[in-house]
């Protein structure tokens, strides 16, 4: 299976066009660039083709009303892209497959199109997906969750939800997670109607409630926590059948629903975002923090997933060249190592992006990021 | 080449002749490095470190070296002239192998030196392209590549910040070959070459 998606006029991107969305994808660039944005429109537009994938189940399986429809202006507000579509944004996501399938779902002159029953997936070509979206607002998880219960009904934005929603899904299956690279131990405790979440330290040495944590802890055990949770712990079985028992119900169709195909003749995928893993952790943690994901999600993982990650981190990419060498020497860095043809690098820049996997060599070009500090030493060497 | 743009380019933009000195170099050593002065002049070294632009020519082929960047400004024509990037340098050789262009790193850091390179390169073979006769030449050349040379930076001998973060370039000596489908749409290659990476000019 292959994706790309080709997008214009969308706030900061004036025309990104990726061919193949790889399996593990990173964008660096600077503030404002659209690395959000372009994270944001690809798990927009994977979330509907895996919406478009359950309703072409559905009406396969003799269910004719369709139970839901797509509403793009809830979902561009959602995204934070309301006020984008004044500049008439287009976006076009494919979804391609060997065996000569292909689905292209387009957004133009505010439409969407592809996603009508004449577009239908192929049986041949269906799948069940689940995405997580891990959000920079993720920091305030702890206090959210020690406050849940008094706060309930408040809201903090889509994306802060989606992450708070995938972090609880993740500690019901969770009970107890190693965070190596920081030396700590999260453990989830029932207390009463509520969950505590405690931080522990090296050999017990200490415990404190995840809200006392640092900041560096905060931001970094959502991204490990979520992750192995779908890499090695999530139920497609129980998601798929309460997703469809919840659609059926809601069209009041079960009586209709004649399964075409079970859950174990589809094809499954796994999609995880996540903005700026390295967020308030020293270099060191960064890298080890990367180490755990991608040995979490491509190493030790049991679900296929592909990921998607932005990031300013110079030390980061760096790092990625260090996973790719050991992918070709067949060695292990802390359990992690990434296959060259998997991985791709954008710098997003100017409404535009560039590839940064170096052609000639197997690496990824990290001149871009050490373009400041060769700055400020020319400024140095210069007064 | 220094014909086809005194001549052909001045005629097919209809500019004036510009009058113009020492504004390209030939050599057949065999290690070069290209510096651009803070003057705009192009000067040739043959001894390491002195350059922005590394070059092995262990053939010895004749090679010829224009400043660019001079030959533009010194046109008179202000339309012509106006607000049009231009890279620093063009390098050729006398058998159909090699036409380069190239941009060389500023010394004097302005921000956003990467992506200007880039715009640079590609406004220079905008303006050379439209020109017929240097389009036959480019296209009867074999490699055609447009080159940012990144000239690194020195940091206190006591500090490690800048050798670290520019180890890569030590690692592969060749540049870096990298995607800019912008550029590959004249037929062109782009390549990055920072360092001591140096560009090996071969039959």
Known sequence: MKESIHIKNLGPIKDIYIDDIKSITVLIGESGSGKSTLMKAIALFRWIYKMHNIRSYLKRSKVSKSPFRFRMDTYFKNCGFEQYLKYNPEIIYIVEFQNQGKYTIKFANNKLSGTSDKDLVQLSDLQYSKLSFVSETRNIIPLWADKGASLSGGYLGFYFHEVYNDFVLASESLKELDISYLGLKLTVKKAQSEKKYLIQGRKNSYEIDFK???????????????????????????????TLLKFLSQTDSITDFKPVKNLGDIQKKLYIHIEEPELSLYPEAQCQLINDLISKCFVKNTNGIDLIFSTHSPYIINHLNLLIKANDKNKLINGAKISFENLAVYQVEGGKIENLIVKNQRIINTNPLSDTINEIYDQYTQI | MEGLLTNQLVSHYNLHSPTLINWFIKTEDLYFEIEDTNAGEIVLHTNRGLGM????????????????????????????????????????????RYFILGELKDRQPKGKVRSGAKKQLLASLQTLNVVPEIRTYINSKIIKRCCYFNKQSISPITLTATTAFNRLSNIFPDGFHMSKPDIEAFGFDFYEYTGEQTMSLTN
Not at chain 2, 73 to 96: A, M, W, Y
């Open chain 1, 212 to 242: 006392n944590s640092s900041s560096g802890t905060q931001n970094a055990i959502p991204v490990s926590l979520i992750a192995e949770h779908f890499s090695n712990h999530f139920d497609f079985e129980e998601a798929f059948n309460r």
């Open chain 2, 53 to 96: 632009a590394k070059f092995s020519n262990t053939n010895a082929l004749n090679i010829t070296i224009i400043n660019y960047d001079k030959f533009i400004t010194s046109i008179q024509d202000e339309p012509f002239k106006h607000g049009r990037q231009r890279c620093d340098i063009l390098v050729s050789c006398d058998v159909n």
